[in-house]
């Protein structure tokens, strides 16, 4: 039987949608979704809505859902996670806050292991090279090809306190999320799956609704990679016409400049805000909106020559 596996939504049910209906295509019948619903993109309750209605399906939540709970305030930084909470409906926000943060089951007998971050299996092992903000700086001349970020991520994956984290696990599948990095590989019978992410990839690949396909026959499992091509810049139009815009401007900008370019901004964004407010002497936390504002301001004219590998 084939399990799509989706994670990392981030509010864009567009992608969401094509992915659903390519995996159904594709001959899916059941569906792994592994967290972040909401957040960045103004469709949260349209992605829940569609979620919910999935037949066969197995849910987690991501931390995303944790960051909902965003203090009251008229912060700059906090501004999205605010718009996004006020946006969720009470059923939808009581739905994702009754997901459990992982699941273990078996599917055909097959042990299956979901957890939003790879942490929960393997320990921060895994982050040291695949991790989102570092990723760019290994394949800094443009987009790297699929089966090159494969081979680096089950060389890494092979070697030192990875592999040894890997081994220790029980043989059978383990799916994650989080860092936007589809990738997967076969370790002696430890099956690590990340779907990437549908809603905003960021693995210095192709633009696309990324997902797997997860087959388990007779016992034995393969993986398939999709992605699913849209038209990025007719959704980032949409997204400038919707209230999540006008309420989180400078936080949707940098989500455009990231799915544009697959490559991740908004950590390096909030690294170059904390050092503009520490040089200005502003210690108020999270950011106010003049030094936010500020900040963004001094990141659109001068991130480009700082962080050449963020924008190939
Ligand atoms: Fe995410």
Known sequence: MKYAIISDVHGNAHALKLALEDARRKGAEGFLFAGDYCISMPWAN?????????????????????????????????????????????????????LPETLNFTLEGVPVHMAHSSEAFVGKALHARFRTSRLPSHYPDGPVPRDVLTADFRAFASTGDLAAAISALEPGVYIFGHNHIQTWGDF????????????????????????????????????????????????????????????????????????????????????????YANRIGDARRPFAKDTWQAAYDEWVRTARDRFPALFV
């Open 46 to 98: 349209e992605a829940i809505t569609l979620i919910r209605s999935v037949p066969n399906a197995h849910i987690i939540r991501g931390n995303d859902e944790n960051h909902l709970d965003v203090p009251s305030g008229d912060d700059g930084q906090f501004e999205v996670a605010r718009w996004c909470a006020r946006a969720l409906t009470p059923e939808n926000r009581a739905w994702l806050d009754a």
């Open 188 to 275: 002696d019978g430890r099956v690590l799956i990340n779907p990437g992410s549908v809603g905003l990839p960021l693995d210095c690949g192709a633009q696309g609704a990324a997902y797997s396909l997860l087959t388990i026959e007779d016992g034995s499992v393969t993986v398939e990679e999709r992605r699913v091509p849209y038209d990025l810049e007719c959704l980032i139009g949409k997204i400038r016409e919707s209230a999540q815009y006008a309420a989180a401007r400078i936080w949707t900008e940098t989500i455009f400049s990231e799915l544009r370019t697959c490559r991740e901004k908004v950590a390096q964004f909030l690294w170059s805000c904390e050092e």
